[in-house]
């Protein structure tokens, strides 16, 4: 145990015991995320990783980072905290993957206005399950204890991916071509995009957020609002061993009207029809409570589809196989025809 202490830091706001406590009580859950690769323990002043990269040609590092954003408030009224960090993780590896990389680690960031070792130790918990759903070793991270800057009560989380890629795999958009399909994976709900919209339109801070809406099966607005995001590295890798998947797309803020166009080349446009859609339960209600219109429903929030797989139309039911093999519940979407408007819902 560390002699480090400092009673004027402590008068300040700052206790970095709690901070030691806090790294003793995260280590169990760190190690479950262990892989072949981790090179080092938590604790140092980096995290260590050895890639394995025999039988690549030419290995290329993916990295993205995000953050969970203001689906915590969610958390703090809650008081549920062991499932953002998979939101977290969720929002980078889902990225990362689009390239057809596969994720290898991660490292999290949480500031606080007042450390809690056991509130610190449930995010890291969520963000250790995020990062074996995901197959990535939790190799570092930071804590901050920021009094003052932030509400005793209240934190952020953010963190990072990187993942690896040989280099004649990864995926290129120009490669899409029209009659391609477009195969939707359904999300686990709002996932952790458009949570000031969703904030607004149920003006969570004095909703009843614990008791059961008849218009959510049964479940309490709390309850569905804090399900996870869902992670979909598994499968989707087990796709891109066997199938030609000519692009991906993660399905976060701005919808289907800002993110399927991303995987589309110019001149490719993406023809859905409205009646395929599975939209959930929880759409519909935001959409009625808030009376928002459709098309800014659609450019707000993934409406049940949280990630979308472009596939030659040859493939593409060899690829509803291995996507339903793997857990999914995979279905066509749409296609992909010549044209310039990104995205045509009808």
């Known amino acids: 145990m560390s002699k480090s202490f400092s009673e004027s830091y402590k008068e300040a706001g700052v206790d970095i015991t709690a901070g030691y406590r806090s790294v003793e009580l995260m280590k169990q859950y760190v190690d479950s995320t262990r892989t072949a ?58 990225d990362v993957i689009c390239c057809g990389a596969k994720p290898l680690f991660f490292l999290d960031y949480i500031a606080c206005g007042k450390n809690v070792p056991e509130k610190i130790a449930e995010i890291v918990k969520g963000v250790a399950d995020g990062c074996v759903q995901s197959g990535s070793a939790l190799i570092g991270g930071e804590t901050a204890e920021m009094p003052g800057f932030y509400p005793e009560d209240e934190y952020d989380l953010a963190g990072f991916s990187v993942g690896y890629v040989d280099r004649p795999r990864i995926l290129n958009k120009e490669n899409v071509r029209a009659g391609d399909r477009i195969i939707a994976l359904p999300s686990s709900g709002v996932h952790s995009n458009g949570f000031s919209l969703v904030r607004k339109v149920f003006d969570v801070e004095n909703a009843d957020l614990r008791s059961p809406v008849p218009e959510l099966g049964g479940k309490s607005l709390g309850e569905t609002l804090i399900t996870p995001t869902k992670i979909y590295v598994k499968p989707v890798l087990a796709l891109l061993d066997k199938v030609s998947v000519r692009s991906l797309a993660h399905i ?50 993934n409406m049940g589809v949280g990630m979308v797989c472009i596939v030659p139309a040859e493939e593409s039911e060899r690829a509803l196989e291995i996507l339903r093999s793997e857990g999914e519940d995979a279905y066509i979407l749409g296609e992909v025809a010549d044209g310039a408007e990104g995205v045509i819902i009808k």
């Open 37 to 94: 690769g981790c090179a080092s323990d938590v604790g140092g002043f980096g995290g260590l990783f050895i890639p394995d990269i025999k039988g690549m040609e030419e290995p290329v590092f993916v990295s993205g980072t995000d953050g969970v954003g203001t689906k915590l408030k969610i958390a703090f009224l809650m008081d549920k905290h062991d499932t953002v960090g998979i939101d977290c993780v969720a929002m980078c590896v889902n």
């Open 252 to 301: 976060t803020g701005g919808g289907f009207y800002e993110n399927i166009p991303r995987s589309l080349p110019k001149g490719k446009t993406a023809v859905i029809n409205r009646s395929d859609v599975r939209v959930l339960p929880i759409f519909d209600y935001i959409a009625k409570t808030g009376g928002i219109p459709e098309r800014d429903m659609f450019n707000t929030f």
